[in-house]
């Protein structure tokens, strides 16, 4: 019994227009960073309880602004917790698409496999003398294993 767990039908024409879509929003999203690992270990990252802490702060900060010495940059600290509102829920709604997009790669995969297992289950029961023992022998070097490596002994001192 073949496995069908979906089966897509994009056309050339879906297909272009996701290309045009996802052009747009890295257009659109042009202003998005990417962090290396040293920069990602090294700044500091705001979790929920501290995001709470950020928010109440810059709000008294922002009614009480003759006590903010000239060298904080309120006014860009609330264009950031703006910016981080309205970008939330747009990134909620990416990784969503990107989890389903991810779940069908992985479908459409395991489809293939599913049936290209049975497919040489079939050739190597019913292709025995009919001209693709060749072929078969090439498909069967995806099963080969090779003998595990010796390990060497440890040094014992």
Same mark, same amino acid.
């Given at each position: 019994?073949?496995?069908?767990?979906?089966?897509?039908?994009?056309?050339?024409?879906?297909?272009?227009?996701?290309?045009?879509?996802?052009?747009?929003?890295?257009?659109?999203?042009?202003?998005?960073?990417?962090?290396?690992?040293?920069?990602?270990?090294?700044?500091?990252?705001?979790?929920?309880?501290s995001e709470a802490f950020c928010r109440r702060t810059l709000v008294?900060?922002?009614?009480?602004?003759?006590?903010?010495?000239? =060298?904080?940059? +309120?006014?860009?600290? %609330?264009?950031?917790?703006?910016? !981080? *509102? @309205? $970008? #939330?829920?747009?990134?909620?709604?990416?990784?969503?698409?990107?989890?389903?997009?991810?779940?069908?790669?992985?479908?459409?995969?395991?489809?293939?496999?599913?049936?290209?297992?049975? =497919?040489?289950? +079939?050739?190597?029961? %019913?292709?025995?003398?009919?001209? !693709? *023992? @060749? $072929? #078969?022998?090439?498909?069967?070097?995806?099963?080969?294993?090779?003998?595990?490596?010796?390990?060497?002994?440890?040094?014992?001192?």
């Amino acid at each position: 019994m073949s496995q069908n767990l979906i089966s897509l039908t994009l056309t050339e024409a879906d297909y272009a227009e996701i290309d045009s879509a996802l052009a747009t929003l890295d257009a659109k999203l042009s202003g998005l960073i990417s962090l290396d690992t040293d920069e990602r270990r090294a700044i500091s990252k705001m979790g929920e309880k501290s995001e709470a802490f950020c928010r109440r702060t810059l709000v008294v900060m922002s009614e009480h602004p003759d006590l903010i010495p000239a =060298g904080v940059d +309120l006014p860009e600290a %609330l264009r950031d917790m703006a910016q !981080l *509102d @309205a $970008l #939330r829920p747009r990134i909620t709604r990416l990784r969503k698409l990107l989890g389903r997009a991810e779940d069908s790669e992985m479908a459409l995969g395991s489809d293939m496999m599913a049936t290209a297992l049975e =497919g040489y289950a +079939l050739l190597k029961v %019913l292709g025995k003398g009919s001209g !693709l *023992d @060749a $072929l #078969r022998r090439d498909m069967a070097s995806r099963f080969s294993r090779k003998p595990p490596a010796a390990k060497a002994p440890a040094n014992v001192a």
